[in-house]
Antibody, heavy 123, light 106 residues
């Protein structure tokens, strides 16, 4: 079975840090680009970051640039999002999502999603 | 960033109705347009990619069309499980989503 399972969410104070993980199973994780997408409570979807299948390229939304870092460990089939200097407006469900093209440039499309992990930034 | 605008924001319809949702991009995005369905408390699901290609496993009552700046998602005969929120998303550049269209039972 194909699964993406996020973890690491929780309640954190503004200015603090948090690291999210996304464990993949049932897919050749090392061959796919991966994304983080978030959804604030009652709001729409916002793309956060992408990493190429081999980690060679990373891109970020302006809203998180300089504060968040996307990374991956292909030996563990795991994607990460290191979030620093968290703000109240970072409160959201964070989803990891797969880009559909194997072993090539990303298509900025999301064909497989995890169930999400909730991050709440509050004092 | 490319802005995506969906209409309507919400829609009431009945089972077996034909429904169309529109999405407009703030600039030409060719056919780099995807549609997702999201049910309450669940992750989004890819329905249509590249404006008109049906994702594997998605029922054929869903279809997409358009190119350039104007796109549509059509559900030919609504089923009870189709009541959800629908999002368009451009993949031409840094991804952006429409604000969503909530499809409700009349």
């Amino acid at each position: 079975q194909v699964h993406l399972v996020e973890s690491g969410g929780g309640v954190v104070q503004p200015g603090r840090s948090l690291r999210l993980s996304c464990a993949a199973s049932g897919i050749m994780f090392s061959g796919y680009g991966m994304h983080w997408v978030r959804q604030a409570p009652g709001k729409g979807l916002e793309w956060v970051a992408v990493i190429w299948y081999d980690g060679s390229n990373k891109y970020y939304a302006d809203s998180v640039k300089g504060r968040f870092t996307i990374s991956r460990d292909n030996s563990k089939s795991t994607l990460y999002l290191e979030m620093n200097s968290l703000r109240v407006e970072d409160t959201a469900v964070y989803y990891c999502a797969r880009d559909p093209t194997y072993g090539a440039i990303v298509r900025m499309t999301f064909d497989l999603w995890g169930q999400g992990t909730i991050v709440t930034v509050s004092s | 960033d490319i802005q995506m605008t969906q209409s309507p924001s919400s829609l009431s319809a009945s089972v077996r109705d034909r429904v169309t949702i529109t999405c407009r991009a703030s600039q030409n995005i060719n056919i780099y347009l995807n549609w997702y369905q999201q049910k309450a408390g669940k992750a989004p699901k890819l329905l249509i990619y590249a404006a008109s290609s049906l994702q594997s496993g998605v029922p054929s009552r869903f279809s997409g069309s358009g190119s350039g700046t104007d796109f549509t998602l059509t559900i030919s005969s609504l089923q009870p499980e189709d009541f959800a929120t629908y999002y368009c998303q451009q993949s031409y550049s840094t991804p952006t989503f429409g604000q969503g269209t909530r499809l409700e039972i009349k």
